[in-house]
Structure formats: structure tokens, C-alpha cells
């Protein structure tokens, strides 16, 4: 199946920093979401971005897809945007089947 | 956005029984799925589930220990079978097709079991 690689695997930042996170996947694809989990578990949907680049807020994020990756961009982080963030895909033809990345940890400290 | 509600949130339960956990989405979805993450884990899919018909699994999860229902287009249902403490886990209901490819997740049943 679609391999969904994920990079740095842990990242602690200074409030204020900016980051980026990175996806890389092995296959082409119809469908990429990141999303955020926060420490209480729930998964809240970021982006939908199988190609381009997209902002909301102080995040941003561009997929490449005839490179296979993705990067999700945090500026001026904040203590909230501590959790665990996935990268996820739905190869072709996957039937809005994702498959996920092992995450990015992320602790941001005041 | 969809709304996905899981019950139960939480639940401590003892090796050999099982548990019902249910999913109820407030707008219609053209598609449900179920996943476990286990604990410090990512999320595996363990099927779609499929209205009206018996769901699809995926490789390494099969019926008879993780019996899926979904009578109509708003609400399904994950049975954990004959449980063990390997199947301690977070097990979170997903829906699409409301807004498109957008994926939405419950917050999750958090399962111990002892």
C-alpha cells in the first residue's frame, strides 16, 4: 500500500517560532488532509490540499503532488498548537479510504 | 461541518466481552469509517462501513471480532469482540461526502481493557 512518511517526528518550539512540517508520500494521489489532534484526542481537519498552496490563519500549506509531498507551514506558534498533526492520503482510486502518516509531535513552550 | 458524536467516550471493560460503540452523524454522508490508534500510535483503518450491506475490511481486521453495522446514511456501529488488553486502543468513527473529499472524525472512544 501507499507508504506516508512524516518528518521531524517531534519538534518543541519557543511561542513564536514558525515551523514546517513535512509529508512525503509514495504513490499519486487523489485526496491529502492534514489535520491536528489535540492532547484531548480529537482530530480537527486543517487542510484539504491535494495540490497548491492554501492559508488559513497562521497556517498555511502547499502539496507538490508530482513530487509527492506536502509541507505544513505554522508561524508565529502558540501554545495551542501543541498536539500531534497527520498527514493523510487517499491513493487512486482509494475510495476515500486515507491512509495515514505516523504524525508530527509538536509542543510549543511559553 | 459535519458533527460526529461517539458513545461512548471512554470505557474500562474486562478481557472476553465486548462493546458496542456508536456513531451518529448530524447530516447525511456518503461514507463512514472506523479506525483505531493505539496507544502513541497513528490511525489504521479497520473498514468502511457500508449501508445496508456487510462492511469492507481491511487487511489485518476481520468481521467476527469487529462486527460493523450501518442501517441508514446518519449512524453506524463498531462491536469489539471477545476483547484483550492488546485491543486497548482509541477508536474514532470518521465521515465524507458532506462537504466533499473532507474527512470528519468523532472525538473518539477511548477503550481499556483489563
Known amino acids: 500500500g501507499i507508504q506516508v512518511e512524516q518528518s521531524p517526528p517531534d519538534l518543541i518550539l519557543q511561542e513564536g517560532a514558525n515551523s514546517t512540517l513535512r509529508c512525503n508520500f509514495s504513490?499519486?494521489?487523489?485526496?491529502l488532509q492534514w489535520f491536528h489532534q489535540n492532547p484531548w484526542g480529537q482530530l480537527i481537519n486543517l487542510f484539504y490540499?491535494?495540490?497548491g498552496t492554501k492559508q488559513n490563519g497562521r497556517l498555511s500549506a502547499t502539496t507538490v503532488a508530482t513530487e509527492r509531498y506536502s509541507l505544513l507551514y505554522i508561524s508565529s506558534s502558540q501554545t495551542t498548537d501543541s498536539g500531534v498533526y497527520f498527514c493523510a492520503v487517499e491513493p487512486m482510486g482509494g475510495n476515500n479510504r486515507l491512509a495515514f502518516g505516523k504524525g508530527n509531535q509538536v509542543v510549543v513552550i511559553p | 461541518s459535519a458533527v460526529i458524536s461517539q458513545k461512548p467516550s471512554r470505557d474500562i471493560c474486562q478481557r472476553g466481552t465486548s462493546l458496542t460503540i456508536q456513531c451518529q452523524v448530524d447530516s447525511q454522508v456518503t461514507m463512514m469509517f472506523w479506525y483505531r490508534q493505539q496507544p502513541g500510535q497513528s490511525l489504521t483503518l479497520i473498514a468502511t462501513a457500508n449501508q445496508g450491506s456487510e462492511a469492507t475490511y481491511e487487511s489485518g481486521f476481520v468481521i467476527d471480532k469487529f462486527p460493523i453495522s450501518r442501517p441508514n446514511l446518519t449512524f453506524s456501529t463498531l462491536t469489539v469482540s471477545n476483547m484483550s488488553p492488546e485491543d486497548s486502543s482509541i477508536y474514532l468513527c470518521?465521515?465524507?461526502?458532506?462537504?466533499?473529499?473532507?474527512?470528519?472524525f468523532g472525538q473518539g472512544t477511548r477503550l481499556t481493557v483489563v
Open positions: 470518521s465521515a465524507t461526502g458532506g462537504q466533499g473529499p473532507l474527512a470528519f
Open positions: 504513490d499519486s494521489v487523489n485526496n
Open positions: 490540499i491535494p495540490s
